[in-house]
């Protein structure tokens, strides 16, 4: 998150993330973070999308592949 923070982007929601993942040609390799940090009981975990377009939670602890996305602007 503070990598496209200080990029002056953010990390994609789950859904964003998932349609841009459907299109042709775009593969998210083994799962990419979103922007859906939560606590699970005394745990932190991030919302991931996988290759095939599901989501499934994971331990902030373990680095995992993201993009950052640019907000629309005029």
């Known amino acids: 998150m503070q990598t496209c923070a ?5 990390l994609p ?3 964003e993330l998932w ?3 459907q299109q042709p040609g775009v593969t998210v390799g083994v799962g990419e973070q979103t922007d ?3 606590n699970n009981g005394s745990t932190r975990e991030a919302y991931i ?5 599901d989501g499934f ?3 902030t ?3 995992r592949p993201f993009r950052c ?3 629309p602007s005029n």
């Open 6 to 10: 200080a990029a002056g982007r953010v």
């Open 13 to 15: 929601t789950p859904g």
């Open 19 to 21: 349609a841009f993942s």
């Open 36 to 38: 859906n940090v939560f």
């Open 49 to 53: 999308v996988s290759p095939g377009g």
């Open 57 to 59: 939670s994971t331990l």
């Open 61 to 63: 602890t373990f680095a």
């Open 69 to 71: 996305v640019a907000l």
